[in-house]
């Protein structure tokens, strides 16, 4: 049975972990995308009030072998980079096992990672990876998804707003996110995604809730 576990890794487990400790109000989250590119150019957003500084500690770090600025919206910065992977220990070790890395979110001096395996058998393998490489981390939260039957109504993209609406701290109070920014995320205007939200939602209160009589 899959398991998903979020982990917290210190920041100068990445080698990006540099920009960090250099900005250190600056808070980083890699973009859920599709790589089409070989190798996959990540995109990386930054809340941030210099993404100018940001901009130049990236070029600077041995790992990142090339890096755009392409956009910024309401203080928060995306850019797309290439990077060398293998030039991070961490993300080294996790090559070496089937996982899937999820998220990758970090702010002051940690990272905090959200991990798929395949089983408790392939975590095991990855603590015991870990320990070998002295490569510190700390469990944080553990446990099973949960996934819609295959005949659900919750469509690929309605399913994906919530959860990066969910990611971000959308449903918070404070709200983490407007939902201009939600829409910025995910390429779509406010009213599309506000529309998006209810109607996911709805479908997932009916599939989840809602006792269908007998």
């Known amino acids: 049975m899959l398991v998903i576990a979020d982990v917290t890794v210190p920041a100068e487990a990445l080698s990006l972990g540099t920009v960090l400790t250099t ?22 957003w ?11 500690t990236l070029a600077s770090l041995p790992s990142v072998a090339s890096v755009v ?11 797309e980079m290439h990077w060398r992977r293998d030039a991070d220990l961490f993300v080294s070790a996790l090559a ?4 899937r890395l999820l998220r990758i979110r970090g702010h002051g001096g940690s ?5 798929q395996f395949r089983d408790r058998d392939h975590l095991t393998a990855f603590r015991t990876l870990c320990r070998e490489r002295d490569i510190s981390f700390s469990l944080q939260r553990l446990f099973h ?3 819609p039957t295959a005949g659900g109504t919750l469509s690929p993209e309605q399913r994906d707003t919530i959860l990066t609406a969910y990611e971000h701290g959308y449903f918070e109070v404070p709200r983490g996110v407007t939902l201009a920014e939600l829409g910025a995320m995910l390429g779509i205007s406010d009213n599309a995604a506000s529309q998006r939200l209810r109607r996911g939602l709805a ?5 989840t809730m809602v006792e269908e009589p007998l």
Not at 69 to 79: D, M, Y
Not at 203 to 207: D, I, K, M, Q, R
Request: proline content about 13%.
């Open 96 to 99: 070496d096992l089937p996982v």
């Open 23 to 44: 900005h250190p109000d600056a808070t980083v989250e890699f973009e859920r995308f599709v790589p089409l590119d070989d190798p996959p150019m990540p995109l990386v």
């Open 203 to 207: 479908s997932l209160v009916a599939e």
């Open 111 to 115: 990272w905090r990672l959200r991990l």
């Open 145 to 147: 998804p949960t996934l």
């Open 46 to 56: 930054v809340d941030t009030d210099d993404p100018d500084a940001v901009e130049s």
């Open 69 to 79: 600025l392409l956009t910024t919206v309401s203080g928060r910065t995306l850019f």
